[in-house]
């Protein structure tokens, strides 16, 4: 029989990190879950997001309340587990997904084989990881990517007055490609305005530039722009796929968001199908989340998985490089690749 233990935990960011909107956090919380055997334990994660509507303790409520009948389950196919946790939270996620990555860490262990290698991907040929911008002034901003100046790319944060300006100032100090996020602080008038300028700022992908529901926009502007546009908010699981696919040029999966490793799996398939492009990124998740997010690396384009380097996140070399903590470790250790013991 399985036991299940459930963690609350908080992670401070190294400086207040802000979005569009004036939205600031100084701190992460998230639940932590172990499912274990008494030999092997698995360890899932799942941020706290209010945008999203959602806090650790009512995660948590609601587990409590299944646990039971979730410890009897027997993990022999993951894929079977994470049906059976979408038919008890069908509306959580964000539930299923932290439950769901201890249980393919769990599985990993069983079969003592990384995920990457289950998956049967290749490691040779991965995305590079870059390291988010938090909006402040521009002097600030330019030192934050002073302080991360091992970073290959940078992600930053706009939408807010003068952003325009602000990137044109970041440029001045860098030559490495730009990814630019909006988090729907744009209007759609804004972003033809502004397209020209980018394209001369060195811009990687725009991502969701339009609020969620006023991206209609987005489809005519899609066919001419030199800069890919990439869907974050707008497409949180896989019924939304085919919806973005005539509006943006690739999605941004998030496993928080669309409800796990299992449900990435299938959301990569259809995604490609349709000739969108991939991007797999962070809701700011400490080594545990970061760590299961590695191994759908090889089957991505963009990678957005800075979420320890923000924290303090004192596991840190776990999944990264000791020099340069931009550069992932292959993974080698079983599971999630890491141990029974880990320490939160």
Known sequence: MLKIDLFHIHSKFHIPFTISGGRTKTHQEALVVSISNGIIKGWGES?????????????????????????????????????????????DPFIVNALDMAGWDYYGKLKQE???????????????NNYTISIDTPLAMQEQMISQHLAPLYKIKIGFENDLNTLAQLRQFTTKLFKIDCNGGWTLDKLKQSLKTLENLNIQLIEQPLPVNEDHGLAALKVDSKIPFIADESCKNIGDIEHCAAKYHGINIKLTKCGGITAALEIIKKAKSLNLSVMLGSMNETIIGTAACCHLLPQVDFADLDGPLLLDDVN?????????????????????????????
Do not use: C
């Open 316 to 344: 840190q070399p776990l999944i990264f490089d000791r020099q340069n903590p931009f550069l992932f470790k292959k993974p080698i250790f079983a599971g999630l690749g890491l141990p029974n013991d880990f320490k939160l």
């Open 47 to 91: 941020p706290a997001i209010s945008y999203y509507q959602t806090n650790v303790p009512d995660m948590i409520a609601k587990i409590e309340k299944f646990k039971p009948v979730i410890e009897k389950f027997t993990i022999t196919d993951p894929f079977r587990f994470w049906h059976f946790l979408h038919h008890l939270f069908p509306q």
């Open 114 to 128: 990384p995920l990457y290698l289950l998956f049967k991907t290749n490691w040779d040929t991965i995305p590079l």
